[in-house]
């Protein structure tokens, strides 16, 4: 049954983005008055291979377009007159292009129809992030309410060179709306931090410059605002916190009998009582739990720190439509950034392509065992800006291919050779063809 509700998830999600996809070159052809022959969700046919096991499940013609859906349950395509792509070769093109016909459309014509797709998907995932924020996220902490004691720094960012109470004032020379604002994604490639912290009992106004290679040292949580409640993620098995007793989910009320108001205060008292016996109180539910717990001889328990914000110290502000579509717009650039920044990893050997390329069983994994609506639209979102970043890819067969050969076409002045196009095409599929071999194999294989 779970293995159903993954599979289920994951079918519906591509489904709807394959639709979407295809529902840009679509309305893009038709915009140029380009005939579409054929638009079908799924294919109907064994991928990659357009003429065997030609059935539908169902179909209509409607004016020019017969509408489908195929049997292969993994994609979809448009077929548009005078196009060599996947669902017709060179061979079955008119000998002289027709008005009707993609390839006597103008070279940026054509740059819009193929890249329609890939517009159409961003423009989803923007849309998905934006309501998700709307609907769940009816609130948000503005940066001007961490003034109340600064913000609370990572390792990453002590590092960096930031302090724990500094107040962040500009980010790349902009002043910061929100908290999630105060790492934007130009950040990752350089730039600069204007802070005000106290120096000897004085206010003074510091700067924090970060490398341009940032990127490579990125982690996710940089700051916390000062004001937070603790709680517990995850539990070491057989660590000190799972000897007290510590559960996922507490929330860690004091140690030795002082509040906790923020992470730092907890990692101050854990230091000061290494290898000593300390007492923790924490919030399960509705009950407050006393425990005794042994700290480490590095100052650590064995557990993995959550943050909630302390709401009733900051005013929240709610969101409007505009800035639910400004963040929608920055998920989605920092999605795609990050990608490009994983593949130029990958090339320099920075990371492992192997732990860092997921196919499909490890994208049904991500969705859970639950049908959750919000980590389902969460994840089609993301699987969107993943869908468009990989169209984009300069390999012939897909998006990204074609058009680099619109822009050769451009720059010579004549059109590619249909003969040259269609040995192009079968080129991209079998390395199409043995990514999705890798990325099967990858996912069976990993750990």
């Known amino acids: 049954m779970n293995i159903l509700i993954m599979v289920s ?37 064994l991928f990659p291979m357009p003429h ?27 077929s548009i007159s005078g196009m060599v792509d996947e669902t017709q070769d060179a061979d079955s093109l008119p000998s002289e292009p027709q008005p009707w016909e993609y390839r006597s459309k103008r070279s940026w014509q054509k ?14 995932a923007v849309m998905i992030f934006g309501a998700l924020l709307k609907i769940y996220n009816k609130e948000y902490l503005p940066a001007k309410q961490l003034q109340k004691g600064g913000v609370i720094v990572s390792d990453a960012a002590k590092n960096l060179g930031f302090r724990n109470g500094d107040v962040i004032l500009k980010v790349n020379g902009k002043i910061p709306e929100r908290f999630d604002d105060l790492v934007p994604i ?17 206010e003074t106004r510091s700067k924090v410059t970060i490398p341009s290679n940032f990127y490579k040292k990125f982690e996710k949580d940089l700051f916390y605002p000062f004001y937070h409640t603790v709680t517990v993620s995850n539990v070491i098995s057989g660590s000190a916190a799972d000897n007290a007793g510590l559960k996922v ?33 924490v919030l399960r539910g509705k009950d407050t739990i006393a425990l005794k717990a042994t700290v480490g001889e590095k100052g650590k328990l064995g557990f993995n720190p959550g943050f909630k914000l302390a709401e009733n110290t900051y005013k929240m502000k709610e969101y409007g439509v505009f800035q639910c579509f400004k963040y929608g717009a920055s998920e989605c650039a920092k999605l795609f ?61 897909l998006d990204g291919g074609h058009a680099v050969i619109i822009t050769i076409e451009a720059i010579i002045r004549k059109p590619i050779n249909p003969k040259v196009l269609q040995t192009l095409q079968t080129i991209g599929t079998y390395l199409i063809l043995a990514l999705m071999v890798f990325v099967f194999y990858n996912d069976l294989t990993k750990k």
């Open 249 to 281: 989910s507490d929330m860690i009320l004091s140690a030795n009998e002082i509040d906790i108001t923020h992470f730092d205060l907890l990692r101050q008292i854990l230091d000061s009582n290494k290898n000593k016996v300390i007492g923790i109180d």
């Open 337 to 397: 950034t990050l990608q490009i920044v994983n593949v130029v990893k990958i090339f320099k050997g920075e990371i492992n392509a192997k732990e860092s390329v997921g196919g499909p069983i490890a994208i049904a994994k991500g969705f859970g065992v639950e049908w959750n609506w919000y980590r389902f639209w969460l994840f089609t979102a993301m699987i969107s800006v993943g869908l468009a970043f990989a169209n984009l890819l300069p390999i012939p067969g």
């Open 52 to 78: 065997v096991l030609n059935f539908a499940l169902w179909k209509k013609k409607i004016g020019e377009t017969e509408y489908g859906f195929g049997w292969f349950p993994l994609g979809g395509y448009v």
């Open 9 to 45: 998830q994951l079918l519906l999600s591509l489904t709807i983005l394959v639709f979407v996809h295809e529902l840009g070159h679509f309305l893009a052809a038709k915009f140029f008055k380009t005939r579409v022959e054929r638009f079908y969700l799924f294919f109907d046919f």
């Open 111 to 124: 740059m819009i129809i193929i890249l329609g797709g890939i517009i159409f998907n961003l423009i989803f």
């Open 186 to 202: 130009s950040i990752l490639f350089g730039g600069e931090y204007e802070v005000s912290r106290i120096i000897n009992g004085s």
